[in-house]
């Protein structure tokens, strides 16, 4: 029986529920009156619940569905402007005792190369991070509590936090490790992680079972419940994602929407972020293997109806989708990328040597932060480094809060500016350079001159851990 408020897996993703909902949402695919009254919902930006998201997923009326489109399109710049944050996944270590049958890190994966970072090898990765211009990344590594136990993703992160190298500094370390105990959140939590993220990879229960055949992962209601643990554990920025492919996307948006509105049930707040990676070719794995492999419009369909449906929460494109799709997917509601990404164990510093094949997947964007930072100012978007909210505990439902009033703006904008101009003066090749300088100063036109003092000095604290002299 279908309970968002359960603390049951089985109950919040109700199957039952989500058959229901794909039924009705077929039913009703072409009711215009029905699609328009949903469409009405989503302009009043208050969101959608996962019947009327999966309406909208289905909808065959192509004038509505041009609508659907349109109104991603301005939700996404009601609620976060022109920005687009930045951020690099830093892989710690890919040995791993799960059996997940999509992922090359499997434990009978007998030809990935095996690879740990030492502190030392941290030290050097994140020493080329912070000189490519990052100042966020997120932490990913395999289960393996012998070889990545919590104690090492701690002193992982402590040493990642402590390099100070030039004017660099990570200032949010988010972590994508696998579902643990609330003991465990806790610790992550007081060592100063951003967002807890966990992918569910799939909520069908079933496919789950088979896609996940050995190992601690093979737990669907250890899995699925980890969100809550970790709420339980002090983490109120959780980040959810599917890794679409592995199960019919119809099931996978009710569902995934079906637990964002379980965790505003129970813990007053939704989901910080949801991701969205697409399946892969890796060492061991065919994506041709996996029948539900969706085209390039079905995806940008997905992300626009998630950005209607939860307009506050941050939406995340990796660098495992080309150009031309991130391009598509940015102006429907993709609010988070990476940039520069290499999924292989120390991959900063090697350029991805012949021999070494530690990878997680083949990355589609190849191209350097930089080349990434100019193509989306190109584009008129305002790429941003800044980590704020969290160190200034714009969290949880003070961010959900501030978000759902589209108060969010006013504080992410300016520093967004201050953080473009950080990463122009020190990282920027000098083309980059020129057109952010211009960038910037059209939009500083936008913002009153008398509030631009106030901004950049108070601005300027929010995001900095020292006076820097900005002239902006
Ligand atoms: N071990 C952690 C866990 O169990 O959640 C971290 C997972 S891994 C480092 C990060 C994510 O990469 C996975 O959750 C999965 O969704 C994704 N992934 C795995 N294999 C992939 C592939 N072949 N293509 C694209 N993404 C993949």
Same mark, same amino acid.
């Given at each position: 029986?279908?309970?968002?408020?359960?603390?049951?897996?089985?109950?919040?993703?109700?199957?039952?529920?989500?058959?229901?909902?794909?039924?009705?949402?077929?039913?009703?695919?072409?009711?215009?009156?029905?699609?328009?009254?949903?469409?009405?919902?989503?302009?009043?930006?208050?969101?959608?619940?996962?019947?009327?998201?999966?309406?909208?997923?289905?909808?065959?009326?192509?004038?509505?569905?041009?609508?659907?489109?349109?109104?991603?399109?301005?939700?996404?710049?009601?609620?976060?402007?022109?920005?687009?944050?930045?951020?690099?996944?830093?892989?710690?270590?890919?040995?791993?005792?799960?059996?997940?049958?999509?992922?090359?890190?499997?434990?009978?994966?007998?030809?990935?190369?095996?690879?740990?970072?030492?502190?030392?090898?941290?030290? *050097?990765?994140?020493? %080329?991070?912070?000189? @490519?211009?990052?100042?966020? &990344?997120?932490?990913?590594? /395999?289960?393996? #509590?012998?070889?990545?136990?919590?104690?090492?993703?701690?002193?992982?992160?402590?040493?990642?936090?402590?390099?100070?190298?030039?004017?660099?500094?990570?200032?949010?370390?988010?972590?994508?490790?696998?579902?643990?105990?609330?003991?465990?959140?806790?610790?992550?939590?007081?060592?100063?992680?951003?967002?807890?993220?966990?992918?569910?990879?799939?909520?069908?229960?079933?496919?789950?079972?088979?896609?996940?055949?050995?190992?601690?992962?093979?737990?669907?209601?250890?899995?699925?419940?980890?969100?809550?643990?970790?709420?339980?554990?002090?983490?109120?920025?959780?980040?959810?994602?599917?890794?679409?492919?592995?199960?019919?996307? *119809?099931?996978?948006? %009710?569902?995934?929407? @079906?637990?964002?509105?379980? &965790?505003?049930?129970?813990? /007053?707040?939704? #989901?910080?972020?949801?991701?969205?990676?697409?399946?892969?070719?890796?060492?061991?794995?065919?994506?041709?293997?996996?029948?539900?492999?969706?085209?390039?419009?079905?995806?940008?369909?997905?992300?626009?109806?998630?950005?209607?449906?939860?307009?506050?929460?941050?939406?995340?494109?990796?660098?495992?989708?080309?150009?031309?799709?991130?391009?598509?997917?940015?102006?429907?509601?993709?609010?988070?990328?990476?940039?520069?990404?290499?999924?292989?164990?120390?991959?900063?510093?090697?350029?991805?040597?012949?021999?070494?094949?530690?990878?997680?997947?083949?990355?589609?964007?190849?191209?350097?932060?930089?080349?990434?930072?100019?193509?989306?100012?190109?584009?008129?978007?305002?790429?941003?480094?800044?980590?704020?909210?969290?160190?200034?505990?714009?969290?949880?439902?003070?961010?959900?809060?501030?978000?759902?009033?589209?108060?969010?703006?006013?504080?992410?904008?300016?520093?967004?500016?201050?953080?473009?101009?950080?990463?122009?003066?020190?990282?920027?090749?000098?083309?980059?350079?020129?057109?952010?300088?211009?960038?910037?100063?059209?939009?500083?036109?936008?913002?009153?001159?008398?509030?631009?003092?106030?901004?950049?000095?108070?601005?300027?604290?929010?995001?900095?851990?020292?006076?820097?002299?900005?002239?902006?």
């Amino acid at each position: 029986m279908y309970d968002p408020k359960s603390l049951k897996a089985e109950e919040f993703i109700d199957h039952g529920e989500v058959m229901e909902t794909l039924a009705w949402a077929e039913q009703n695919k072409t009711d215009a009156g029905l699609i328009g009254r949903v469409l009405e919902k989503a302009r009043a930006s208050s969101g959608l619940n996962h019947r009327e998201a999966a309406l909208l997923l289905d909808c065959a009326l192509p004038d509505k569905n041009e609508e659907i489109l349109a109104l991603a399109r301005q939700i996404k710049l009601d609620f976060y402007g022109n920005r687009i944050v930045m951020f690099a996944p830093l892989y710690l270590s890919n040995y791993c005792v799960n059996g997940c049958v999509y992922c090359p890190y499997h434990r009978t994966n007998k030809t990935i190369s095996r690879k740990k970072l030492t502190q030392e090898d941290i030290v *050097r990765e994140v020493t %080329a991070l912070q000189d @490519m211009g990052h100042k966020r &990344l997120a932490l990913e590594a /395999g289960e393996h #509590p012998k070889m990545n136990p919590l104690e090492y993703i701690l002193e992982s992160i402590g040493t990642i936090y402590s390099i100070k190298h030039a004017n660099g500094a990570i200032r949010r370390v988010n972590v994508n490790i696998a579902a643990t105990t609330v003991e465990d959140y806790r610790r992550l939590r007081d060592a100063g992680i951003g967002t807890y993220i966990l992918f569910q990879e799939t909520y069908h229960r079933a496919s789950y079972g088979q896609l996940h055949p050995t190992g601690p992962k093979h737990d669907y209601a250890w899995h699925t419940e980890a969100m809550d643990r970790a709420m339980a554990g002090g983490l109120d920025d959780v980040g959810l994602g599917v890794l679409f492919g592995l199960e019919f996307h *119809r099931y996978e948006l %009710a569902a995934v929407l @079906m637990h964002a509105e379980h &965790l505003e049930a129970v813990h /007053g707040v939704g #989901p910080h972020t949801i991701s969205v990676p697409r399946l892969r070719r890796a060492d061991d794995v065919d994506p041709d293997a996996f029948q539900h492999g969706i085209d390039d419009d079905t995806f940008a369909k997905l992300v626009a109806v998630i950005r209607l449906a939860v307009p506050y929460t941050g939406l995340i494109v990796s660098t495992r989708e080309n150009q031309a799709c991130r391009e598509k997917v940015l102006a429907l509601g993709v609010s988070q990328i990476s940039g520069g990404s290499r999924t292989s164990v120390g991959g900063y510093l090697e350029k991805e040597p012949e021999d070494d094949n530690s990878a997680q997947f083949e990355v589609s964007d190849t191209r350097t932060l930089d080349e990434v930072v100019n193509w989306l100012m190109r584009l008129g978007y305002l790429p941003s480094f800044c980590t704020a909210c969290y160190r200034e505990g714009r969290t949880g439902d003070r961010f959900m809060s501030l978000c759902k009033a589209k108060q969010i703006q006013n504080c992410c904008h300016p520093n967004a500016i201050i953080t473009l101009k950080e990463y122009l003066e020190d990282y920027a090749t000098p083309e980059t350079r020129k057109l952010g300088e211009d960038l910037i100063a059209r939009e500083m036109g936008n913002i009153p001159k008398e509030k631009i003092r106030t901004l950049v000095t108070s601005y300027l604290s929010d995001i900095h851990d020292g006076a820097r002299d900005f002239r902006i």
